[in-house]
């Protein structure tokens, strides 16, 4: 079998292991499997083997792969995991179902103005980056400012935040910072937690994750 089908085989079976042997387990917890870096007939393994839940960080790159990959795979949900410029923000919501990275009021007004514009409300799904370990090279808001930034984002502007998303630092506190994060989602009533990587997805599906990203794990190294 390939390889890539059989990581993902693996990696399903240990996220229903970790899902039981946790407390937080009223969610089956989602693989995302981030596609980063590689092409379109890669992506197309896993499509063919029915997964539909992909990340990518980059919004040019997406969609370079994505509109084609959307076209011929029904029910894909698509989500953004890397930064977000505001000159991108149009695309990126044509084409991201989620996005993951939301951090600055300047998105969030981009946001709300592309949905005011088309009389629409918005009704894309939405979350929080949160800098979880308050590093200063790491995107994110300060987990002191998550709350009032969310209710910013939800009671004036109308946006549709489902959940909260870290990347911890590096180092071997993961769990508290898992804690912390399903911590603050509770507090905030948001049904998804969106944490773990291919070195420590297990851990956080203990602590409550709901989507996990995994890419090396799945598709092998990046070059
Ligand atoms: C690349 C990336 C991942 C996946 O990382 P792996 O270590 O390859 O599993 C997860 N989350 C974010 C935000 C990423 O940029």
Redesign the pocket.
């Known amino acids: 079998m390939n390889k890539i089908v059989t990581n993902y085989n693996e990696i399903l079976l240990e996220i229903a292991k970790y899902k039981n042997k946790s407390i937080h387990n009223q969610f089956e917890p989602q693989l ?1 499997a ?1 596609s ?1 870096t590689f092409p379109k007939e890669t992506i197309e393994v896993l499509l063919n083997e029915g997964h539909r839940i992909f ?1 990518e ?1 980059k919004v040019q790159e997406a969609s370079k792969k994505w509109v084609e990959l959307k076209k011929k795979y029904n029910n894909t949900e698509l989500h953004l ?2 930064p977000l410029q505001s000159n991108k923000v149009a695309l990126a919501l044509k084409i991201f179902d989620v996005i ?2 939301l951090e600055r009021d300047k998105i969030a007004l981009k946001i709300k103005n592309y949905f005011d514009d088309r009389e629409k409300v918005c009704t894309k799904r939405l979350f929080v980056q949160v800098n979880i370990g308050n590093e200063k090279q790491k995107s994110g808001v300060d987990p002191k400012l998550t709350k009032q930034f969310v209710d910013w984002c939800k009671n004036d502007l109308k946006l549709n935040i489902e959940g909260l ?1 870290c ?1 911890p630092p590096f180092g071997d506190e993961q769990n508290s910072f898992f804690i912390k994060l399903k911590q603050l989602c509770d507090d905030l009533k948001l049904k998804h937690a ?1 944490m ?4 420590d ?1 297990k851990s956080a599906i203990m602590h409550g994750a709901t989507y996990v ?7 092998g ?2 070059s």
């Open positions: 995302i981030v980063k990340g960080n995991i890397g993951q990275t998303m990347i969106s773990g990587m291919s070195s997805y990203r995994v890419g090396s794990g799945i598709f190294a990046r």
